[in-house]
């Protein structure tokens, strides 16, 4: 008996150390399970680290993330070569969801927040292996760009997979042009006060500086024609209160002043499609609060005062015979008038439909780039579709086949025109169409005049083997006219009003884009690649390195048989090419193989005039010399801003006249609307490869000089200097200026100023040619956006070599780069840009690296760092400064 109690004594001493050792498994458990449990949520009950490992990318998205979208090979494919307004932005997972759930989690963010902005998509590796591999994507996750056509190739992502780095990549694609207002309590009126886009967008934000959703809404092409962007800050309290901000973000939108008519953005995460919807609805929806607005806008703009027109009165003139009506009615499809013939106001546009017999009512007033631009009128009505009557304000427009143009008719000037060459009238010269205001034969009222021969046609040049160097140049693009046969002066002069309409937009993108036309039945084998359906026809020419083009689309009847391209269509073509939706096909074979052999005399003179005689002009005799005469015009100083008031030339054909009657060949011409040039015209007599351009006429209301162009002015005979022994160039062309500002000790204090950044572009030597060009050009291009913020941003270069002590500060890797000093901080301090890399190499500056520093420092993104106060005071040419 003892031997057994002592093993159930024994027992019983063991029974509670097994105890504690499953509770302490027990506890462990717990303890694991709350880990897990904590991992699983953050403390706003999102989603971290703790995902299931069996969960699949699809579900993961779909749950989390819906904006990225998931992708097959098939699928893929067809996303990237589809429309998007932005880059492709392609995320290659492992397919293990929980390895990679942080990277996931920050890519969605940025799709969310750049949602419309570009396309974000999503593949599993683990399950498209494959295709992975096509993409060289060798180690998973990944993330590929694919920018638009016009931004250059696919590449991989190799900076930090985090949320700021990735957005900040995905903005160097997105066009940066936005036009937004610095909003305060002093210059409200002035927002107010731009009726032409009578609905005004007002953002008060905790930010400092415009958020880029809603800089992409201000440059967007469906908006801005309608709507001004004003942005302002919580901080500004007396503007807070004004538009009785109670929380921000806060975004309203209203009719110029009318606080009655405000309509406030739903509480809600703002992203850009929604932002953008929402103004849409306003404008174009079924509950379009805002039509009223713009076409009451239109209504209340006043013709300008010089444009005085008189309509006949048809019932007082019928019995006197025919009368020829100084209106006309285009072709259906037509996309707008020529120069010279538009009807710039309601007034006249219901005037002109009246005087051609017809009945303007009901009425369409509005701002919308789909219609004619201009005045224009629907024969066949519906219940649908019940207005006949259509003045469209909108910058540029677009042909439509239920709708006919309604223009000026125009008609060559006399010969006492010609005889006024050279004096002080406003009289458009030779090659430019006056508005009809007496008949001078019987014709039909609603049928435009033609030209007589087709060797009168316009200034668009021929494409042969001896004009294709220039046309095409050494960048940009070609629009090419096909037919057969020689072009006509309506064919010419159509071209010369697209490549108007859409001056100001290639100005804008710093797109070149020349046109010229080309006889399919001569230049067969290039004609036999662009593969017409139809004549005319028209593509747009890539031809450096690899050539490529895009062709238009032609409309197809209920047959099947193709149209002939209309000025629409090729309008649609140059849009499609701007957007970057265009799809281009690779040229077969080479293009200096391509053109057929002809004598030069056939082709560099693009219209030759026939003398009446018949006889060789090159016999005739020299006409007898005449008295010189002073011409009505006269060249100011180089730098100038501008002409004086009452002298300003306000035509594009009346400054070319003013510029060949000082003895100047204005072509090259640049025609568009900038602030930074002299308001007006003005001449560079001094061109070169690089600004071609000898006549501007900038259309803006205020200028600013600049050391290379002169304002050409009206002569005004009041003024004894201007009198008959004053010589035609009162002044000598100014020297060339510098290649580009250098940051040197001679030059800091303009470039640095009193206030200010300043961007340093650095260079290991001397600045080229073409980096000079680049950088002004990026300048201009940047300039209103730097405005908008309130901000002076002054450009140089600098050679490090030379400045080695403050280049050492910088520590840069590869050259060229560039830096942002701002020299008035206390101590100063300077961003660097930050360089793409490529197989974990730094890559050179780039322009769009440089666009990307500048909309960093205007967002108020960048991260400064200390600059020791002695690399500014000592320079390497000696100066110093205290």
Known sequence: LKPRRAASSMALHCRPSLLRVGLLHVLLLAFSVAKLSADAEDGNGKSTSAIDINVDLESYLGEKHPVVEPMSPRSLTSALSGKCVGPSVVFFSTGMVAKEVSQLKDFGEVAEELDGLACFKAMSCRRWQDECANYNVNRAPAILFFPTWRQGPAYQYFGKMEHRPIAAEVMKHITSRESTFGLSMDNLDNFFKDTLRPI??????????????????????????????????????????????????????????????????????ATFRSLRNWLMRLVFGNDAVFQGCLAQALLDAEAPAEEVYEVPDLEEEEEGGDLEVPYQKLAVGAAGCPPGAEIKTVKECEDAINALGLDPEPRWVSTYPGLPQGCSFRDAISVKSPERMHFNSAQSGTGRNDLRPICKVVTKPSKATEDTEGKDTATPSQSTPTIASTPASPSTPSTPKKSSSATKAGKVPELSKHTHRELFGKDGFCLIYLRQGRITHEESQMLEVLMIKFGAQLL???????????????????????????????????????????????????????????????????????AGEARFATVRGLLPSMWAERSPASSTETFPTIPSTGRDPNKEKPPPKKKQKLPGYRKLQYGAEGCSAGMEIKTVEECEKAIRSLGIDPEPRWVANYPMLPAGCSVREGSDDNSPERMHYNAAEQGKGRKDLAPICKRDPSRPAESASAPAEEVPPAPPAALFPELAGRTHRELFGTEGYCLVYLKEGKITKKEAKMLTQLEKQLAPQVKAHDMRLSWAWMNVHVERKLASVFDMEVFPSAVVIDPHDKPPRFTPLVHEESEGEPLPADEEGLMLLVNMLLSGDTEFRPLPPSRLTVWADGTTTV
């Open 508 to 578: 804008e993108q710093g797109t070149k884009l020349r046109v010229a036309w080309m006889d399919v039945s001569i230049e067969q084998r290039l004609g036999r690649t662009f593969a017409m359906k139809s004549l005319p026809s028209a593509v747009i020419l890539n031809p450096h390195k690899r050539p490529r083009f895009a062709a238009v689309k032609h409309k197809v009847t209920e047959a099947g048989e193709s149209l002939p391209a209309r000025e629409g269509d090729i309008a649609q073509l140059i849009s499609r090419v701007l």
């Open 200 to 269: 005004k967008v007002i953002l008060i934000s905790s930010r400092k500086s415009t958020p880029l959703i809603f800089q992409a809404l201000s440059q967007d092409t469906d908006l801005w024609p309608n709507m001004a962007f004003g942005f302002g800050v919580q901080s500004d309290k007396a503007l807070a209160e004004h538009f009785k901000v109670k929380a921000v973000p806060w975004v309203g939108a209203q009719c110029g002043k009318d606080e009655a008519s405000r309509e406030i953005y739903p509480e809600g995460k």
